[in-house]
């Protein structure tokens, strides 16, 4: 019987070759594997991500700044090309283009980093319910430290003199109506404690929290007030960024922010049409802001003692906390703002606001002079 497992192909015979048209397959060349990629530790990772998140908010910072500029000069060049701002409404009609500029950037800001981030806007921004017994002493405690702060910008905006310079930008603006008034107050105090808290606070603080809250209050304040742009605003601004970020990691939500920076908004506006719509002299003027500052830093310095005493730990930051926000951190504080000021979204927003600060220090004439 045939064993059919047995190779029953002819063999050449001792001492001859195989035959020569037998096909074979060709000789393939493979190319040879690429080298493995090289594993980066967890701190090279961390840095990489940090990297590139603070890129992303450098450009969302810029792009913020810059609508919120060329929005306010196309809106009111559009309306005098139309004549709708004339000699009567030209106070009412720059108060609306404010209002009209301050959404505008907040809003397409939004949606450009939400495009650049590949991110819901929602997963930015907490929504953690803050109980009134917190909120309210949170609040009287930030407005007591604003306070504070204003008092200090003060003292270094009277002292900058020394140095022969001087801030070209003002601060007060003239009402006569009730409508202006109600536009001034919307313009100069709500719109900005919306806007500004969304983008520094909702956007660029809770995304930078991942890497821990004391880096995120710090690097969110610093561009919070370079923002600003001239020397008395940039102090004043980087301190109060300092409490809206403290309030709003402690609370897990922006609404405390927002509501101490109307309020501080709202308190310069009142101060400046007391001075300026009121008929009042400055003497008396001077008496009821010092009398205002005192009350509230009174009452800031009892809600210290009471968020001090109710939570222990209250006026805490670490690195690591308990909401489950940050990640495990493998770089130290120092390392994380080292990297994130060197990222080059980072450097050419600061870079902006850097040269209007110099502008604004400028004298009128020697402005008149290099642009005309």
Known sequence: ?????????????????????????????????????????????????????SNGLGFFVLVYFLLMQVAAYLTSDLLVRFNAITSENRTSMLFLIQILAGIASALIAA??????????????????RVPMNK??????????????????????????SFFELKNSVSMTTSTHSVPEMILYVISTAFMPAFAEELAFRGIFMNVMRKYGDAFAIISSSVLFGAMHGNTTQIVFAF?????????????????????????????????????????LDDGTVTIIRISIISMICVIGILSY?????????????TESDTEGIAEESFLTLKQKLITCFTSVGVIISLSVFASEMILNLMPEDMLNHLFM
Not at 113 to 123: C, D, F, H, T, V
Not at 150 to 155: F, I, P, S, T, V
């Open 239 to 279: 301190t109060l960024g300092l409490i809206f970020a403290f309030v709003d990691c402690k609370a897990n939500s922006i609404v405390p922010s927002i509501i101490i920076h109307f309020l501080n908004n709202f308190y310069a506006v009142s101060t400046d049409m007391l001075s300026s719509g009121a008929g």
């Open 135 to 160: 909120l309210i002493p949170m609040v009287l405690l930030g407005m007591g430290a604003a306070m504070l702060a204003n008092q200090l910008a003060a003292m270094f905006d009277s002292n900058i």
């Open 305 to 317: 003692i009471y968020l001090s005493q109710t939570d222990k730990d209250f006026f805490r930051i």
């Open 1 to 53: 019987m045939q064993n059919y497992y047995q190779n029953t192909t002819p063999r050449p015979a001792q001492n001859q070759p195989y035959p020569q048209n037998r096909n074979y397959p060709p000789n393939t060349q493979y190319p040879p594997y690429p080298p493995p990629a090289p594993v980066l530790t967890p701190q090279q990772q961390q840095k990489r991500s940090l990297r590139k998140a």
């Open 111 to 128: 949606f450009f980093y939400k495009i650049i981030s590949r991110r819901k806007l929602s997963s930015n921004l907490t929504n953690s």
